[in-house]
């Protein structure tokens, strides 16, 4: 019955460093998204998973990015060589698989804040 | 391509009163619309959606939102602001039949003063 959970959910990195941010969605939820909220904007749209398949990559801001969920659970985005503007919340959000022509809410988790020195 | 502008970065009513917080959207496809809310250190809670159905949705918390196509608007309103309505809300918009991915304004701040 438990929500969406990100961790950790502070972190602080050097710039430069490789950083990899874990979330758990709602069990049964298949579908996952990552979002990056940078200070002041609205959430942006990284990636979609269905299950174990990156259907959509479209919002990673560059090749330092990457995300997986290899068992279709559990979700990971990996940041290499941290810089700074990478500094954001990054939210992760679960639903339920949407079917033809309906609708399923994402649920958001708390997210992890990223902070680039 | 699909956008939400929220009109005004900071709201701030005092308690009691009208809340009105705007958003109008741009999309090429029938869309889902929808109000977030955001608490300090929290992930996003749904307020309200618009998925084609009545066009005056009633969500949680006293809160609704009136779609209208041919503004292109998705206005959130509460005839009375509580202590507790203070936070950032988010319109967002995703298209019916397409990616399910949200596009996000950039977010309202409310403030409630006693």
């Known amino acids: 019955g438990a929500g969406v959970s990100q961790s950790p959910r502070y972190k602080v990195a050097k710039r430069g460093q490789d950083v990899a941010l874990r979330c758990d969605p709602i069990?049964?939820?298949?579908?996952l998204f990552w979002y990056q909220q940078a200070l002041g904007q609205g959430p942006e749209f990284l990636t979609y998973?269905?299950?174990?398949?990156?259907?959509?990559k479209s919002g990673l801001p560059s090749d330092r990015f990457f995300a997986e969920r290899p068992e279709g659970s559990v979700s990971t985005l990996k940041i290499q060589r941290t810089q700074q503007e990478d500094s954001a919340v990054y939210l992760c959000?679960?639903?339920?698989?949407?079917?033809?022509?309906?609708?399923?809410?994402?649920?958001f988790g708390p997210g992890t804040r990223l902070t680039v020195t | 391509a699909q956008s939400v502008t929220q009109l005004g970065s900071h709201v701030s009513v005092s308690e009691g009163a009208l809340v009105l917080l705007r958003c109008n959207y741009s999309?090429?496809?029938?869309?889902?619309l929808f109000w977030y809310v955001q608490y300090p250190n929290q992930g996003l809670q749904l307020l309200l959606k618009?998925?084609?159905?009545?066009?005056l949705v009633k969500g949680i918390n006293g809160f609704e939102a009136e779609f209208k196509k041919s503004e292109t608007s998705f206005h959130l309103t509460k005839p009375s602001a509580h202590m507790s309505d203070a936070a950032e809300y988010f319109c967002?918009?995703?298209?019916?039949?397409?990616?399910?991915?949200?596009?996000f304004g950039k977010g309202t701040k409310l403030t409630v003063n006693p």
């Open positions: 618009y998925t084609s159905a009545a066009t």
């Open positions: 967002a918009v995703s298209s019916q039949g397409g990616s399910e991915k949200l596009v």
């Open positions: 998973f269905q299950n174990e398949a990156q259907l959509d």
């Open positions: 959000a679960s639903s339920l698989r949407r079917l033809s022509g309906g609708f399923f809410e994402q649920y």
């Open positions: 999309s090429s496809v029938p869309p889902y």
């Open positions: 069990s049964g939820h298949v579908s």
